[in-house]
């Protein structure tokens, strides 16, 4: 798990009974719009550039170590709508979060039309272990790089 949650004892997710886990955030953005804020049940994200993401690094959300099937949580977000004045906020109410056998970071994924992919996963998102491949942008990929 990542280091950002290591000092989170005295946080009110704080759970004596180990029946849950902190688990820092991580933004991956698969879309031409910048992203320039998010929250996973009110805790805030960092931001993530066009066709791009980092490691993990804001604390803390509180999951079950325990994964279940209807387990979901809250997505606040601004994907802005051109190089970063305009907000525009959404909110997406229980977003499934996928499949996990053990504890990790919990990484959003954008994708277009405001499609979110929610994994927690302790390799980062340029790893090829984690479970959804690091964003491509197209206009590079055709080497026309980004204006």
């Not at 910048?34 to 604390?59: D, Q």
């Not at 977003?95 to 954008?110: I, L, N, Q, R």
Request: glycine share 10%; with cysteine.
């Amino acid at each position: 798990m990542g280091s950002a949650c290591a000092d989170s004892g005295g946080l009110s997710t704080r759970d004596d009974d180990k029946s849950y886990f902190n688990a820092s955030l991580g933004a991956v953005n698969h879309t031409n719009q910048f992203l320039y804020e998010f929250s996973v049940n009110g805790a805030f994200g960092r931001n993530a550039e066009v066709y791009g993401g980092g490691i993990a690094g804001t604390c803390c959300v509180r999951l079950p170590r325990v994964w279940r099937p209807d387990l979901a949580v809250d997505i606040k977000y601004d994907l802005t709508l051109d190089e970063g004045s305009k907000h525009n906020w959404k909110f997406k109410k229980g977003v499934p979060v996928e499949s996990y056998t053990k504890a990790g970071d919990v990484y959003v994924h954008f994708f277009p039309k405001d499609e979110i992919r929610v994994v927690v996963s302790t390799p980062g998102p340029r790893s090829s272990l984690h479970p959804i491949p690091y964003p491509v942008d197209p206009n590079q990929q055709r080497g026309e790089g980004r204006k």
